[in-house]
């Protein structure tokens, strides 16, 4: 019953974002877990929550991430789950063009990483059902050539002929936008 369960997730929230800056690897990838399950229970309710209080947390973990070596297994280990896990959470909510742009360039440089690299184009692939539009323009416009040659030749979003061309003048005028 809807009347019983929201409140009980208002009750979950504070100890949900405490949960994610935990020094135990184990209870981070738990609370994922348990946001991903709040993300197809209730996005709804959850939207604005995830987007204020969670999304930033997990946009800094990704980025300070990326340049983890395998070799720290812990932190790579809730990385991996991070990675696996994104785009489930980001296709539940509503996010502003910023914050995708944001994640889709730091997924991109997760394709660069061998270990990474095929859950980083999944969680791509899945975020195209949603903000397709918005990560052809960050492609479009960083310049990532060797991203579309190597990985999105399956996405829907790319279509390798006619590519739009963007003059450098108007390149410019858009990234700083």
Excluded at 3 to 14: D, G, M
Aim: aromatic share 10%; with cysteine.
């Amino acid at each position: 019953d809807e009347n019983l369960f929201l409140p009980l997730v208002h009750k979950l929230w504070p100890g949900l974002i405490h949960r994610l800056y935990d020094f135990d690897i184990n209870i981070r990838i738990r609370c994922l877990t348990t946001i991903e399950c709040l993300c197809q229970l209730c996005s709804d309710f959850v939207d604005r929550r995830i987007r204020q209080d969670i999304l930033p947390v997990l946009i800094q973990q990704l980025d300070k991430n990326r340049l983890l070596s395998s070799n720290n297994v812990l932190e790579y280990r809730y990385t991996k789950y991070l990675l696996t896990s994104i785009g489930t959470i980001l296709n539940a909510i509503t996010m502003n063009i910023e914050d995708t742009e944001r994640v889709v360039l730091i997924l991109l440089q997760y394709l660069q990483i061998d270990q990474l690299a095929s859950s980083a184009y999944e969680q791509l692939v899945l975020l195209t059902s949603k903000y397709s539009d918005i990560i052809w323009l960050t492609i479009t416009l960083h310049d990532q050539d060797e991203f579309r040659q190597r990985y999105f030749g399956g996405m829907e979003v790319y279509k390798p002929e006619p590519m739009l061309t963007i003059d450098p003048k108007w390149k410019v005028n858009l990234l700083t936008c």
